[in-house]
């Protein structure tokens, strides 16, 4: 935890550094705390209030839920935030069974978590601000739910 401390230090440096981010330092700062702690504590209910789940089919919950199954738990090297660069992967728009799918919350930025595990893996996700101004990180939607 103690290592967690100082990246999150880190973090909160990187952040300044970078004018779309250090609008929203503070509250990143408090989103990537709780993610690191939901994911430490390995605690399933508590991650899946970090995502935009609003609009999601009970299909859709039962597949994240089975993603992150393979994630939580893992030690966390880092979590940074960057500016969306255009990458095809920061929005979702896409037909999977005749069905359109979309972003459940305007991209605003990519969080970037590295696992402190061999071969460094790392996980990207793009994150939004819903209504009442929670950063969460976007889910695919079907089109006419947003």
Same mark, same amino acid.
Do not use: F, V
């Given at each position: 935890?103690?290592?967690l401390v100082g990246l999150l230090a880190i973090l909160g440096l990187f952040l300044?550094?970078?004018?779309?981010t250090f609008i929203y330092q503070k509250s990143l700062v408090e989103f990537s705390e709780r993610f690191a702690q939901a994911n430490a504590d390995e605690n399933l209910d508590a991650m899946l209030e970090l995502y935009d789940t609003d609009n999601l089919q009970e299909r859709d919950l #039962?597949?994240?839920?089975t993603a992150l199954s393979f994630e939580i738990g893992l030690p966390i090297l880092s979590i940074s935030f960057e500016g +969306?660069?255009? #990458?095809?992967?920061?929005s979702i728009d896409y037909e999977h069974d005749g069905i359109s799918?979309?972003?459940s919350l305007t991209p605003? +930025?990519?969080m970037l978590v590295v696992y402190e595990i061999e071969g460094r893996l790392s996980s990207k996700f793009s994150i939004g601000r819903n209504s009442?101004?929670?950063w969460k990180i976007i889910t695919a939607i079907p089109?006419?739910?947003k």
């Open positions: 935890m103690k290592r300044t550094a970078c004018s779309d #039962a597949i994240l839920k +969306l660069s255009g #990458a095809p992967e920061e799918y979309q972003a605003k +930025l990519r009442n101004k929670e089109h006419n739910k």
